[in-house]
C-alpha cells in the first residue's frame, strides 16, 4: 500500500511538470523558447521562487539546493530541440551525494490557435503513466562522491531531463548547473595541466604550499585564489570547505554551506546570495588553526604559507580558483601532510638510577639514551607509571626492540648481541610518550641496568589483589589474603578506616570493591587530584594505621599466598585495605586496594 502510494505521487509529480511545461508552450504561441535570452536569464536569477516552486533549473544559471539525509529529491529541465548539447554539473557541499540523469519525452507541441490535436496523449497523461514512464529512460548514474560530477552528451534528443539526487551522508547543500550552450559559457574557471597542489616546506608548526596557475580565458585579474585547511579529509568542492568552516566556528547550529538552519530547507532561498568565499586569517586566532578548519583567500598568489599548526598531525590542504564575475570555482587537487614532531633533547640514563619523569601533554615526549658495554649480556628496563599513561619505545641502532602502553608497572628484559673489542658500546634510545587525556600530567619512574641486583623495584605477581575469606568475615572480623612471589621481600599491610557521612545513600549502597589508588600516591608524588571520585577530602587518609609488615616468600606452590587477620572493626563502617611490598634497599610497589563495608548487624 505504501509502495502504491509512492507511485501515486511521483505520478501526480511528473504529471504537474508536464502541465507546468505545456503551459509555457501554450503562451509562446507555437513559437521556439529562446535557449538564452539574457533577459529572461535574469528574470529567472532573480525570480528563486521560480525553481523553488517547480523545481524546474534555468538554462545557463547555478542553481543552489538542500538535501536531506537519505532523502531524493528531483529536478528537472527542458531541452527543446533534439541534437542539442547539454551539460549538467551537480556539486556536493559537505557529503557525499549520488544522482543520475534521465530523460522523459516533452510535451506534444500544440498548434497556433492554441487548441490541442484530438489524440494528443498530454491529456490523458495521468492515465497513462506507468512506473518505467515515471523513471524515463536512465541516461547515467553517478556513484556517491564528495566531488563535482558531470553529465555531457552533444547530441542530447529533446526532453524532460530528470535530475535525481541523494544525500548520503547527512544533510547537505548542492548546487547545480545545467546548460544548453556549455561550450561559450565557459561555467567554470579552468585548471591548469598540473592540477595538483604541491609542498614545498615544512616543519612542526608551518607549512608552505604551491600550484600552477589557472589558465583563465577571460582576464587574469578576473580569478582569485582560496586555501583550505583542516584536519578531518580533504575537500573537493568550495562550498564544502565553506560548510566544514561555518561548522567549525558556529556555537549554536549546525551550517550547510549555504548559511541556513539544519532543520529549515525551506528557507534556502533568502540566503542563497550570500555564498562568497569566507576569508579567515589564520594569526588572529591561533587555537582556531590548530584545532578547526580555516579558509584563506590570497589574491592572485600561486604560493601560500600556513602557521599555527600543531605538530605530529595530520592536515588537508586543498585550494580553489574562483572567478570573480560569476563567483563559480574550481577545485586543484589538494594535498596533505604530516606535521613534524620537534626534536627532542636525549638525556643520558645512569646504570641502577631510578630517573623520575613528568609529562605535561598528550603532544609532548622526552628521549633517554642508555649506553651499555662490550660485556653485558642483557637490559632490564622497569617503567612505572605513576599517574596517566605513557607509551614506551625502545630501538637500537634503527630496530625496534619494544613498543608497548603501560598503565601499570611493568619489568622486561632483553639479550645483548656480543660485541667484538673494536665496536663501539651499545646505545639504546628511549622514546616516553603521554597517551593519557590532553590535560593529563603523566608522571612515571624508570630504571634501565645490565645487572639484575641493581633492580631496586620488587617483583609482583601476575595477580595483585586482594581477597575476602567470606566464611571468616563478620561486623567486627575479616580475613585477608593475597598472593607473594619467591623473591623474599617485606609485605606491609595498611588499613584506613572512612566516614560514612562523605557518601550518599546511593554510593554506599554501591559500596564493594573500588578501583585501585591514584597512581599518583603509588610513587609518592603529591598531588590534588582526590584518591578516589567518591572521597574529596584529603584529610581522611590522615588516619593510616599498620596492621603487620612481614617478610615472605614461597617455595611450594601450594603456599603462595598471605593470610592476616584484622580485627576490632566496627559494624557498618567503611574500610580500605592495602598491600606494599618493599624490596630490600629499594622503592615500594602497592597492590591494588581493597574497599570494603562491614555489615550493619552481627550474628
Known amino acids: 500500500m505504501q509502495k502504491e502510494d509512492k507511485t501515486k505521487m511521483r505520478s501526480l509529480h511528473i504529471f504537474i511538470v508536464l502541465n507546468f511545461l505545456l503551459m509555457i508552450f501554450i503562451e509562446t504561441e507555437s513559437q521556439k ?6 533577459s529572461q536569464f535574469h528574470y529567472q536569477m532573480q525570480q528563486k521562487e521560480v525553481f523553488h516552486d517547480s523545481m524546474l533549473l534555468p538554462d545557463g544559471a547555478e542553481i543552489r539546493a538542500y538535501l536531506l539525509d537519505l532523502v531524493a529529491r528531483r529536478y528537472y529541465f527542458l531541452v527543446e530541440e533534439d541534437a542539442t548539447p547539454l551539460m549538467i554539473t551537480l556539486t ?9 540523469v534521465s530523460v522523459h519525452e516533452a510535451p506534444v507541441q500544440h498548434s497556433g490557435d492554441g487548441s490541442f490535436p484530438e489524440d494528443d496523449p498530454l491529456l490523458e497523461q495521468e492515465e497513462h ?31 524532460i531531463y530528470v535530475i535525481e539526487a541523494r544525500s548520503n551522508g547527512g ?49 587574469p585579474s578576473d580569478v582569485e585564489y582560496c586555501v583550505s585547511v583542516n584536519k578531518k579529509r580533504a575537500l573537493q568542492t568550495m562550498c564544502s570547505a565553506q560548510a566544514l568552516h561555518r561548522s567549525d566556528h558556529s556555537k549554536n547550529r549546525l551550517t550547510t554551506g549555504f548559511d541556513i538552519v539544519r532543520n529549515a530547507p525551506h528557507m534556502l532561498d533568502r540566503e542563497m546570495d550570500n555564498n562568497r568565499p569566507v576569508s579567515f586569517n589564520p594569526h588572529k586566532d591561533r587555537k582556531s588553526v590548530s584545532n578547526k578548519s580555516s579558509i584563506q583567500c590570497i589574491g592572485k598568489k600561486t604560493t601560500y604559507t600556513h602557521g599555527g599548526l600543531l605538530p605530529g598531525r595530520t592536515y588537508f590542504f586543498d585550494v580553489f580558483v574562483i572567478s570573480k564575475s560569476t563567483n563559480r570555482s574550481s ?24 630517573e623520575n619523569g613528568m609529562l605535561t601533554t598528550i603532544s609532548k615526549g622526552k628521549m633517554y639514551k642508555f649506553t651499555v658495554n662490550k660485556d653485558a649480556k642483557t637490559l632490564f628496563l622497569s617503567i612505572q607509571p605513576c599517574s596517566g599513561k605513557v607509551h614506551v619505545h625502545l630501538s637500537h641502532e634503527g630496530r625496534t626492540m619494544m ?18 673489542k673494536d665496536e663501539k658500546d651499545a646505545v639504546f634510545k628511549l622514546r616516553i610518550t603521554n597517551t593519557g587525556s590532553r590535560r593529563q600530567y603523566a608522571h612515571y619512574r624508570l630504571f634501565m641496568s645490565t645487572k639484575p641486583e641493581n633492580n631496586p623495584f620488587p617483583s609482583l605477581p601476575n595477580d595483585t589483589t586482594i581477597k575476602v575469606l567470606t566464611k571468616s568475615r563478620d561486623c567486627k572480623t575479616v580475613t585477608l589474603v593475597w598472593p607473594g612471589t619467591r623473591e623474599r621481600q617485606k609485605y606491609c599491610l595498611y588499613k584506613r578506616s572512612i566516614a560514612l557521612s562523605n557518601y550518599t545513600t546511593e554510593n554506599i ?43 615472605f616468600r614461597y617455595k611450594e606452590q601450594r603456599n603462595t599466598v598471605m593470610k592476616a587477620t584484622v580485627r576490632n572493626l566496627k559494624p557498618d563502617s567503611i574500610y580500605v585495605f592495602e598491600v606494599v611490598v618493599t624490596k630490600t634497599l629499594g622503592v615500594s610497589l602497592p597492590y591494588e586496594q581493597l574497599w570494603m563495608r562491614t555489615p550493619k548487624n552481627c550474628k
Open 509 to 551: 549502597d554501591k559500596l564493594s570493591l573500588f578501583p585501585k589508588q591514584n597512581a599518583a600516591q603509588q610513587c609518592g608524588f603529591t598531588t590534588n587530584d582526590a584518591i578516589v571520585d567518591e572521597v574529596n577530602d584529603r584529610n581522611l587518609w590522615s588516619n593510616k594505621e599498620k596492621i603487620l609488615c612481614r617478610n
Open 403 to 420: 613498543s608497548m602502553k603501560a598503565k601499570n608497572f611493568r619489568s622486561v628484559h632483553f639479550p645483548i648481541d656480543p660485541r667484538s
Open 92 to 100: 556536493p557541499c559537505g557529503s557525499a551525494v549520488e544522482w543520475r
Open 33 to 38: 523558447l529562446p535557449t538564452r535570452d539574457e
Open 331 to 354: 577545485a586543484y587537487i589538494g594535498t596533505s601532510i604530516r606535521t613534524k614532531r620537534p626534536n627532542m633533547i636525549s638525556k643520558t640514563i645512569t646504570d641502577g638510577v631510578v
Open 129 to 159: 503513466i506507468t512506473p518505467n514512464d515515471i523513471d524515463g529512460v536512465t541516461l547515467q548514474y553517478f556513484n556517491a562522491k564528495y566531488g563535482a560530477q558531470t553529465y555531457l552528451n552533444d547530441q542530447s534528443p529533446a526532453g
Open 171 to 219: 544533510d547537505c547543500g548542492v548546487v547545480i548547473y545545467a546548460t544548453t550552450t556549455p561550450y561559450s559559457d565557459q561555467p567554470y574557471p579552468p585548471l591548469p595541466r598540473d592540477p595538483h597542489v604541491h609542498i614545498l616546506a615544512s616543519s612542526a608548526t608551518t607549512v608552505t604550499i604551491t600550484w600552477k596557475k589557472s589558465h583563465a580565458m577571460s582576464e
